[in-house]
């Protein structure tokens, strides 16, 4: 069992930065595909960065790729997201996620691969 906490929301104008926490918590010293997630109103969710706890590449939806980073720091079983030039559509209630995995993540950002959920953080862009 993995619980996850995010943090780090909030409104914030169009072309500002915010960075959101993921506290990991319970079986860390396993390793996961970290994933990041959004939805919005009326909108499906979104799945739009994800890393591998025991190091290799990232993946980022086009929508935030060159926007967004994700980023790990294992010490501190936490994860981040590092939003720079924010957009109204960025606007979301935005949730971190993990999978077992002991090979990498899977492609795809699908949330059907993720076990675990945070209770998300609330990111409002305005115009």
């Known amino acids: 069992q993995v619980q996850l906490v995010e943090s780090g929301g909030g409104s914030v104008q169009a072309g500002g930065s915010l960075r959101l926490s993921c506290a990991a918590s319970?079986?860390?010293?396993?390793?996961?595909?970290m994933g990041w997630f959004r939805q919005a109103p009326g909108k499906e969710r979104e799945g739009i960065a994800s890393t591998y706890t025991g190091g290799g590449s990232t993946y980022y939806s086009d929508s935030v790729k060159g926007r967004f980073t994700i980023s790990q720091d294992n010490a501190k079983n936490t994860l981040y997201l590092q939003m720079n030039s924010l957009k109204p559509e960025d606007t979301a209630m935005y949730y971190c996620a993990a999978g077992r995995s002991s090979w990498g993540c899977w492609p795809g950002l699908s949330g059907a691969d993720f076990s675990y959920w945070g209770q998300g953080t609330q990111v409002t862009v305005s115009s």
């Open positions: 319970g079986h860390t010293t396993r390793t996961y595909c």
